[in-house]
């Protein structure tokens, strides 16, 4: 079992930039394949970005290819969300999740580790 806790989250202006962590206790990160979601007010939680357990691997929602990178540091047994050029309509909760999962999964029923989010505000 892993323990997640996010940090980072904020308020900024659109086309700022934020850097969200996700810092990892228990079992040995580097087991897990590990990912971002989001869920806006009134919407439903949407996949954002995920990475493999090397970090050899990534896969990101259209919505923030080009603007959003996804790492990690198994040493440090945390991942990052560096998100650029943001928008008002990123404005979410940012969760992260682990799965002991291969495969670069993008549902949530896949992810059974997850953090409690933190929040992020990009005023216009």
């Known amino acids: 079992q892993v323990q997640l806790v996010e940090s980072g989250g904020g308020l900024v202006q659109a086309g700022g930039s934020l850097r969200l962590s996700c810092a990892a206790s228990?079992?040995?990160?580097?087991?897990?394949?590990m990912v971002w979601f989001r869920q806006a007010p009134g919407k439903e939680r949407e996949f954002v970005a995920n990475?493999?357990?090397?970090?050899?691997?990534?896969y990101y929602a259209d919505s923030v290819k080009g603007r959003f990178t996804i790492s990690r540091d198994n040493a440090k047994n945390t991942v990052y969300l560096q998100m650029n050029s943001l928008k008002p309509e990123d404005t979410a909760v940012y969760y992260c999740?682990?799965?002991?999962?291969?495969?670069?999964?993008?549902?949530?029923?896949?992810?059974?580790?997850w953090g409690q989010g933190t929040q992020v505000t990009v005023s216009s």
């Open positions: 228990g079992r040995t990160f580097s087991v897990y394949t």
């Open positions: 999740a682990a799965t002991p999962i291969l495969s670069l999964a993008r549902l949530q029923a896949e992810y059974p580790y």
């Open positions: 990475i493999r357990r090397s970090g050899g691997s990534t």
